[in-house]
T-cell receptor
Framework: AQTVTQSQPEMSVQEAETVTLSCTYDTSESNYYLFWYKQPPSRQMILVIRQEAYKQQNATENRFSVNFQKAAKSFSLKISDSQLGDTAMYFCAFIPFQGAQKLVFGQGTRLTINP | GAVVSQHPSRVICKSGTSVKIECRSLDFQATTMFWYRQFPKKSLMLMATSNEGSKATYEQGVEKDKFLINHASLTLSTLTVTSAHPEDSSFYIC????????????FGAGTRLSVL
């Protein structure tokens, strides 16, 4: 089964700290797409970062970066210099094979940044 | 980034009435749109995949006669909740996949439906 697992239901850090959110997934395919989405209290889903499985280089977007370990099927998100506005629900998701359309979502991690 | 508009953001209706929710891609064409339902503090649950010009594909357990989906153009999909009941109260979110994009789904802001 193609699944995504986020093992941390909730996390809390102080402003300016670095935090890493875990994500593992399961697929037998070699090419697929991985995503992190953020859902703040407004509930608008926002794309944070995207990674294509055939690319070995880890994706980065400003303060957000991923640690993509293909063999381990791990896709963690690192947020550096965390800000109050980073408080949100974070969902790891993937499109499990080339040509697929549907996103498979993890259960989410609720991240709180404290002042 | 690409923008998806979802309307209305909030709707309250009486039991037995129908409600239509619109999802528009504002600055790109979307051959495929998706409709999700989200329960409080839970992940998104895919209801159906909507392809322009063809019938929607519903996920197992989703009643297609209750949740009517129309995707009449490359920029508009609608979800109609027919004969709504209180158990249909939920947060509904649409997303759109860009035709020439990088297999990214862009999401609308969601619609909170309350059925009295």
């Amino acid at each position: 089964a193609q699944t995504v697992t986020q093992s941390q239901p909730e996390m809390s850090v102080q402003e300016a700290e670095t935090v890493t959110l875990s994500c593992t997934y399961d697929t037998s395919e070699s090419n697929y797409y991985l995503f992190w989405y953020k859902q703040p209290p407004s509930r608008q889903m926002i794309l944070v970062i995207r990674q294509e499985a055939y690319k070995q280089q880890n994706a980065t977007e400003n303060r957000f970066s991923v640690n993509f370990q293909k063999a381990a099927k791990s896709f963690s998100l690192k947020i550096s210099d965390s800000q109050l506005g980073d408080t949100a629900m974070y969902f790891c998701a993937f499109i499990p094979f080339q040509g697929a359309q549907k996103l498979v979502f993890g259960q989410g991690t609720r991240l709180t940044i404290n002042p | 980034g690409a923008v998806v508009s979802q309307h209305p953001s909030r709707v309250i209706c009486k039991s037995g009435t129908s409600v239509k929710i619109e999802c528009r891609s504002l600055d790109f064409q979307a051959t495929t749109m998706f409709w999700y339902r989200q329960f409080p503090k839970k992940s998104l649950m895919l209801m159906a995949t909507s392809n322009e010009g063809s019938k929607a594909t519903y996920e197992q357990g989703v009643e297609k006669d209750k949740f009517l989906i129309n995707h009449a153009s490359l920029t508009l999909s609608t979800l109609t909740v027919t004969s709504a009941h209180p158990e249909d109260s939920s947060f509904y979110i649409c997303s759109a996949r860009e035709v020439r994009g990088k297999n990214i789904q862009y999401f609308g802001a969601g619609t909170r439906l309350s059925v009295l």
